[in-house]
Structure formats: structure tokens, C-alpha cells
């Protein structure tokens, strides 16, 4: 069998999927080649690529749209559905996706409130004591998103001391989620949530309702002393209000390991302001991409099989 990683990126989910389909054949190419090297394989993953319709028909022999991973935002679905092509992504709570996010959260929020910046500037300048931080006990932390991510966010804050307001698709849902939230909404609260919290936290897919969720009108009602982590999709955010939100310091930094265009340019202007960031890098842990290649693995084998698959769409 034929797999078609369509970015040159992420190259330890390659090795990993390597581990588990030693017999088969593992490519991949740089996203403008896709369209050369898709129509000779039998599964495509996309990664951060998009598939759209256009180059989805050109896919001749493909049987298979897997992700490596959740996301499904670049893929279009329903032209793979009409030409006959399964596809499927592995969701969070079944890899260990959702925990490495997590704890990758809990290191951003850590980093923005005690200052990493001026600590290494104190570093520099051999001065001891400074900057003072803030803790993350006591504060209030808005996570829109209760899905696996954001309950695995919930659990580790709320075990830190903080006090956790959510914003849900379904909020009447409530099975699975961890207890002692404080505030459970819709999507229609999030005004409600904005001006309470200290850390406004985004674990939502991106879909046409999330995208642009985080616009000006949104930042504005935030306190002048919270901080943004988003880690889902760089597109939940609009890039021009977020801009303006830092340099006028109607919020006090960022945490973004998601970008509207991946990777970034380092030269980025809203890397002039306080944001600590990380190269999409939340979920690359040991752990979950060993559990990911394996599941994405078990899929294969079964279309090989003529099983059916696990986690279509």
C-alpha cells in the first residue's frame, strides 16, 4: 500500500507510522507536489495541506483521506464522499492527543504569568528576584471548547486552584465532564464568560461557526490584564484584531502554538509583543504520537482487510 504524507512537516508522525507499516510504502512531499503524487497512492494524510475537491478528483487510485490525528478543516469531505473515498481522523480522547495538549496549555499560561520574557532579560542582566509573576491559583480560567481537550485542560487547572468557566456547543451535554465547574454556557454566553476570566483559553475545532470567533468586539470586553491561549486553529482568532488588541494593550499577552498561516514568518509583527509561542508543537509528545500512529496503523490494516474503519466522517 501507497501513503501519502502531503507536507514535508511533522516528520516524527512519519517515523512513528513507519514503526507499525514496515511493509508498506511511506512518501511524502512538500504541498505544491500533492497534485503530482496523489493520484498514485492508495492513502492520502493531510496534515496541514488542504484537499480540496479540485485535487481530490485527480486522486484516481486513493481509497483513503486519514489524518494524523483530528483536525479535518482542510479536507473536503463531501467531494471525497462523492467520488467514493472514506475518510477518517482519530479523535483526541482515544491517543493521548488531549493530555499532551494540555499540559503543553498549563506551560504557556505558567510562561505568561511569570514573565518568561523578563526573565531572561533578567537573566542577561544578572539581576536576581524579578520580575514578580502571577500565580495561576485563585484565577479564573474561561476554556472555550469542553470537548476531550478542554475537559483535560479543566482537570489539570482546576487541580492548580483555578476556578473554571466553560463555554460549550451543547451545554445541556454534561456527561463526561469533570465536576466543580463554575459557570457552564453556550456559545451564545461567551459574553458573559469574557469579561470574568484571567486566561481565556480556545480548544474548539475549526469550523465555519469557530472561525473568527475571537474577534475585536471580543478582545475589547476582556480585562486588560488577561491573557489569550489559543490551541486549536490559528483562524478561531482574527490575526488583524488580535494585533491590535496587544499593541494597545487591551490584553495583556498571548500563548498561540496555532498560526493563521503555518509555519509563521519569525519576522511576524505580533511577535513584537508579549506572546510566547511554540511551532505547533502541543501534541508532539512521545505518548501521543505513539498512540496516533498506532490507531491510524490499525485503520489502514483493516482497508487492507476490507474492514470497516474506525472514526469515519
Same mark, same amino acid.
Given at each position: 500500500?501507497?501513503?501519502?504524507?502531503?507536507?514535508?512537516?511533522?516528520?516524527?508522525?512519519?517515523?512513528?507510522?513507519?514503526?507499525?507499516?514496515?511493509?508498506?510504502?511511506?512518501?511524502?512531499?512538500?504541498?505544491?507536489?500533492?497534485?503530482?503524487?496523489?493520484?498514485?497512492?492508495?492513502?492520502?494524510?493531510?496534515?496541514?495541506?488542504?484537499?480540496?475537491?479540485?485535487?481530490?478528483?485527480?486522486?484516481?487510485?486513493?481509497?483513503?483521506?486519514?489524518?494524523?490525528?483530528?483536525?479535518?478543516?482542510?479536507?473536503?469531505?463531501?467531494?471525497?464522499?462523492?467520488?467514493?473515498?472514506?475518510?477518517?481522523?482519530?479523535?483526541?480522547?482515544?491517543?493521548?492527543?488531549?493530555?499532551?495538549?494540555?499540559?503543553?496549555?498549563?506551560?504557556?499560561?505558567?510562561?505568561?504569568?511569570?514573565?518568561?520574557?523578563?526573565?531572561?532579560?533578567?537573566?542577561?542582566?544578572?539581576?536576581?528576584?524579578?520580575?514578580?509573576?502571577?500565580?495561576?491559583?485563585?484565577?479564573?480560567?474561561?476554556? *472555550?471548547?469542553? %470537548? &476531550?481537550?478542554?475537559?483535560?485542560? =479543566?482537570?489539570?487547572?482546576?487541580?492548580?486552584?483555578? #476556578? +473554571?468557566? $466553560?463555554?460549550?456547543?451543547?451545554?445541556?451535554?454534561?456527561?463526561?465532564?469533570?465536576?466543580?465547574?463554575?459557570?457552564?454556557?453556550?456559545?451564545?454566553?461567551?459574553?458573559?464568560?469574557?469579561?470574568?476570566?484571567?486566561?481565556?483559553?480556545?480548544?474548539?475545532?475549526?469550523?465555519?461557526?469557530?472561525?473568527?470567533?475571537?474577534?475585536?468586539?471580543?478582545?475589547?470586553?476582556?480585562?486588560?490584564?488577561?491573557?489569550?491561549?489559543? *490551541?486549536?486553529? %490559528? &483562524?478561531?482568532?482574527?490575526?488583524? =484584531?488580535?494585533?491590535?488588541?496587544?499593541?494597545?494593550? #487591551? +490584553?495583556? $499577552?498571548?500563548?498561540?502554538?496555532?498560526?493563521?498561516?503555518?509555519?509563521?514568518?519569525?519576522?511576524?509583527?505580533?511577535?513584537?509583543?508579549?506572546?510566547?509561542?511554540?511551532?505547533?508543537?502541543?501534541?508532539?509528545?512521545?505518548?501521543?504520537?505513539?498512540?496516533?500512529?498506532?490507531?491510524?496503523?490499525?485503520?489502514?490494516?483493516?482497508?487492507?482487510?476490507?474492514?470497516?474503519?474506525?472514526?469515519?466522517?
Amino acid at each position: 500500500m501507497k501513503i501519502l504524507f502531503c507536507d514535508t512537516t511533522f516528520e516524527h508522525a512519519r517515523k512513528a507510522l513507519k514503526r507499525y507499516l514496515a511493509d508498506d510504502e511511506i512518501l511524502y512531499c512538500p504541498k505544491e507536489d500533492i497534485e503530482k503524487n496523489i493520484a498514485n497512492v492508495d492513502v492520502a494524510i493531510p496534515l496541514m495541506a488542504r484537499l480540496d475537491g479540485d485535487l481530490i478528483e485527480k486522486a484516481s487510485k486513493l481509497r483513503l483521506i486519514q489524518q494524523f490525528g483530528v483536525g479535518l478543516e482542510g479536507v473536503d469531505v463531501e467531494a471525497a464522499k462523492r467520488k467514493g473515498i472514506l475518510v477518517a481522523n482519530v479523535p483526541a480522547k482515544e491517543t493521548g492527543n488531549a493530555i499532551s495538549v494540555a499540559e503543553w496549555v498549563v506551560f504557556l499560561m505558567l510562561a505568561l504569568a511569570r514573565n518568561y520574557w523578563e526573565q531572561l532579560e533578567s537573566l542577561r542582566n544578572r539581576k536576581l528576584g524579578v520580575p514578580v509573576g502571577k500565580t495561576l491559583f485563585g484565577k479564573k480560567v474561561g476554556i *472555550v471548547g469542553m %470537548g &476531550s481537550l478542554g475537559c483535560e485542560i =479543566a482537570n489539570r487547572l482546576r487541580a492548580m486552584g483555578m #476556578e +473554571i468557566w $466553560g463555554i460549550k456547543k451543547n451545554p445541556d451535554e454534561r456527561q463526561g465532564l469533570p465536576d466543580g465547574i463554575k459557570f457552564l454556557g453556550g456559545p451564545a454566553d461567551l459574553k458573559v464568560l469574557l469579561p470574568v476570566v484571567d486566561f481565556l483559553i480556545l480548544a474548539v475545532p475549526l469550523t465555519a461557526e469557530t472561525r473568527g470567533l475571537i474577534g475585536k468586539s471580543e478582545l475589547k470586553a476582556m480585562k486588560s490584564s488577561a491573557f489569550l491561549i489559543n *490551541v486549536s486553529r %490559528g &483562524s478561531v482568532v482574527n490575526y488583524d =484584531a488580535l494585533l491590535w488588541a496587544l499593541a494597545e494593550k #487591551e +490584553i495583556a $499577552g498571548a500563548g498561540l502554538d496555532v498560526f493563521w498561516e503555518e509555519p509563521i514568518d519569525p519576522n511576524d509583527p505580533i511577535f513584537q509583543y508579549n506572546v510566547v509561542a511554540s511551532p505547533h508543537v502541543a501534541a508532539m509528545t512521545d505518548y501521543s504520537l505513539d498512540n496516533i500512529a498506532q490507531a491510524v496503523a490499525n485503520n489502514l490494516k483493516r482497508l487492507k482487510r476490507g474492514l470497516p474503519l474506525k472514526y469515519l466522517a
